[in-house]
C-alpha cells in the first residue's frame, strides 16, 4: 500500500500549469476584453434606451399636437362656420337694402309720373278749352257777321262742331 499512496500523491505538474494558463487566460481575457465588452453593451444599452425615452416622449408630444391640432382645426371649421353665416346675413341685409331702395325710387319716379301726368293733363284741357272757346268766338262771329235764318244756323252749327271734334283731336294728337 506504501507504493500505491506515492503514486496518488505523485503531482501533474503539466496540469497545474495547464490550470493556472487558463486562470491567467482568464483574467486577462477579463480584464481585456469582458470589462470593455460590457462597458460598451452597458453604453449601447443605456443610449437605446435614452432614444427609446426620446421617442416615446417624441411620441406623446406628438400625439398631444395632433389632438392639439384637431382642436383647432374644429375651432377653425366652427369659426369658418360662423363668418360665411355672417358673410351670408350681410348680403341677405345688403340685398334686402337695395331691395328698399329700389322700391322706394320706383314709388319716387311713378309718383313724379303722375304728378307730370296730371300738369300735362290740365295743359292739355286749358289748351282744349282756350281752343273751344277760340271756335266759339270765331262761330259766334260768323253767326253775328250773317243774318240767321235758322237753316243757316243750323248749319253752322254743325260745321261749328265738326271743327271743335277736329280741332279737339287734333290738339291732342299734337301733344302725344
Known sequence: MGAEWGKIIDFNWTLVINLLQFAVLLVLLRWLLWKPAIKYIDKRRELIASRMAAAKTSEEKAGELVVEREAELVTAKKESVA?????????????????QRAKEEADRILADARVQMEHERDRVLADLKAQYAEMVVLGTERVLSREVRVEDHRRLLDQLLAEIDEAALDGVKEKR
Open 83 to 99: 363668418i360665411l353665416e355672417e358673410a351670408r346675413e350681410r348680403a341677405e341685409k345688403s340685398f334686402e337694402d337695395a331691395k
